[in-house]
Every structure is written in C-alpha cells, then in structure tokens.
C-alpha cells in the first residue's frame, strides 16, 4: 500500500508538499525524503512525533536510540514500519527538524492507494513553495500562541485539497 502524505509548514502558508511512501517502509525512509527534497542538513537531530487531531505530540521516533536505564526513550525510526503506526486517513505527525527551536512540519495522511507499477518510492508529488531555513539560529520566529498556530495548520490542510492541483495519481472512489 501506498500512502500520501501532505506536508504543511507554520511558517510560510504557501509551503506545501506531497509525498508517497510504501507503508512498509520505516520512518527514517520518510525522513530521508523530506531531507531529500528540502535540502536539509543531514547530520541535524529531527524526530518524528504522532500527533492528535489536535496537533499535540505523543510518541517520538528518533534518528538515533535514545535508550536510558528504564528502557527506550524513543523508538528510533529505523526499526518501525510506517503502517505498524499509521494506518487509517487523517493521522497526524509532527517532523520536528529543529530541535532546539522546536519547530514543525505537520504531516498529515490524505490518500491511501495500491502501488502503480514502475513507480520507484517514495515520491514527492507536489511541491508548492520554499522550504523553511532549517535551524533558526540567525532568524526571529514570531508567532502567535501555539493554539491560534495548530488551528491555522487545520485551516491550511482544508484549503489544500486534491481538486486544487487537479488528479495527483489516486482515485478519489477507491476506497482502503
């Protein structure tokens, strides 16, 4: 199964890509992707989190394990497939790429469809905008409060739907 991600940014409203996955790869394939397609510094820390609908963090998925004397403090993201934690539309990540800053994108799953053969994924879709400066070190972040922020990333995924780049490849009938 493939799985379509959409991924938003809270600090520029006309950020936007698209990404499909094999739900059996793991996250770090994922991560790989983004870094990929962003231009991202490689040997930065960055983690995954499943979100709420709220947009809230829950568990982490790491680059690096992050055992301590109770066990692991984190799942590192090469060891979970993406289907073992994320399986129905509308589930939610948070990809924190500046650790420090604690700063965002939000990844939702909008799609989910069969593999088309000859495709190799992952696979980005649909790429809208410039992608955020990835550590915040000489940059001022002003942002409202987190809510008004999680509230305008909802806004953000409803304005971006499928009918406004036209047919990206999934049947809107099918049906997983």
């Known amino acids: 199964m493939i799985y379509k991600f959409r ?3 809270d600090e520029d409203e006309l950020f936007l890509r698209d990404f499909e996955v094999d739900s059996e790869s793991t996250f770090l ?3 790989k992707a983004i870094q990929e397609n962003l231009g991202f510094d490689p040997s930065q820390l960055v983690s995954f989190f499943l979100a709420d609908e709220h947009w809230n963090k829950g568990m982490e998925l ?7 004397d109770t066990g692991l403090a984190a799942i590192p993201m090469d060891k979970v ?3 073992e ?3 129905k539309r509308k589930e939610r990540l948070l990809y924190t790429y500046d650790i420090f800053a604690d ?3 939000f990844i939702e799953l909008i799609d989910m469809a069969e593999a088309k053969e000859g495709i190799e994924y992952p696979l980005c879709t649909a790429s809208l905008g410039e992608a955020p400066i990835q550590v915040a ?3 001022i972040l002003d942002f409202d409060a987190e ?3 999680k509230n305008e990333i909802d806004e953000l995924f409803n304005e971006f739907n499928d009918d406004d780049f036209g047919s990206l490849g999934f049947d809107d009938d099918s049906e997983f």
């Open 85 to 87: 934690l994320i399986t």
């Open 147 to 149: 809510n008004d922020e």
């Open 7 to 9: 991924v938003l940014s």
């Open 137 to 139: 070190d000489d940059i």
């Open 29 to 31: 394939t994922l991560h």
């Open 62 to 68: 790491t680059l690096i394990d992050m055992q301590n």
């Open 81 to 83: 497939k993406i289907k």
């Open 103 to 105: 700063r965002n994108l």
